[in-house]
């Protein structure tokens, strides 16, 4: 009796596709049946390829890449160069346009309030805790170092805040 199995992909264990490395015994056998692969032995899960920062200005990451970044070793310079900056950042609620000016400033960079949106989906904010982060798009607006005065950033979340409407047509209460 001959079985056939209907295999589905899914996305669970996503981040370890094709890091798998097996002991391969023969260089000229590109296939093997089930119970002959089973004995071949596994050799290690290799290390993800990193993947570049593609720079501040060009960030625009959906939540569950903002997840991915955050726990993903592929991600290591991305949490690097986050955690060394502060500032504005702008997320927009892709069902609706509606949008969100945000700030991490003093001892809060933008990894740690970023990564507080990829634990929980709304990141403490009272008017995003019933929405679906799902539909969340991420991106930094300006970023400052670490010294900058809180003025300074407050004036610049001020400024975006009124420039793209977010109180009045958004999801900013203040």
């Known amino acids: 009796m001959r079985r056939t ?14 890091r ?3 002991g ?8 093997l049946n089930g119970p002959t692969a089973a004995g071949y032995p596994v050799m290690e899960i290799a290390d993800a ?3 570049p920062f593609p720079g501040f200005d060009r960030l625009i990451l959906d939540h569950a890449q903002l997840q991915a970044v955050m726990r993903e070793h592929r ?4 949490r690097t160069a986050l955690s060394s900056v502060i500032g504005v950042y702008l997320i927009t609620d892709t069902r609706d346009g ?34 679906d982060p799902k ?7 300006r970023v400052f170092d670490p010294s900058t005065p809180t003025p300074v950033i407050n004036a610049a979340e001020s400024h975006f805040k009124v420039a793209l409407d977010t ?3 958004g999801l900013n209460p203040n």
Request: aromatic share 14%; hydrophobic share 35%.
């Open 20 to 22: 798998l490395v097996i």
């Open 49 to 51: 390829q990193p993947v």
């Open 98 to 131: 509606r949008r969100y000016v945000g700030k991490a400033d003093g001892a809060e960079n933008i990894r740690q309030r970023w990564n507080a949106y990829a634990t929980n989906g709304h990141g403490d904010n009272r008017d995003s805790k019933c929405l």
């Open 167 to 169: 109180r009045g047509h």
């Open 75 to 78: 991600y290591a310079s991305w």
């Open 135 to 141: 539909s969340f798009r991420f991106s930094l607006l």
């Open 24 to 31: 391969w015994r023969s260089p000229r056998t590109w296939r």
């Open 5 to 18: 199995f209907d295999l589905v992909e899914s996305a669970r264990m996503a981040d370890l596709r094709n």
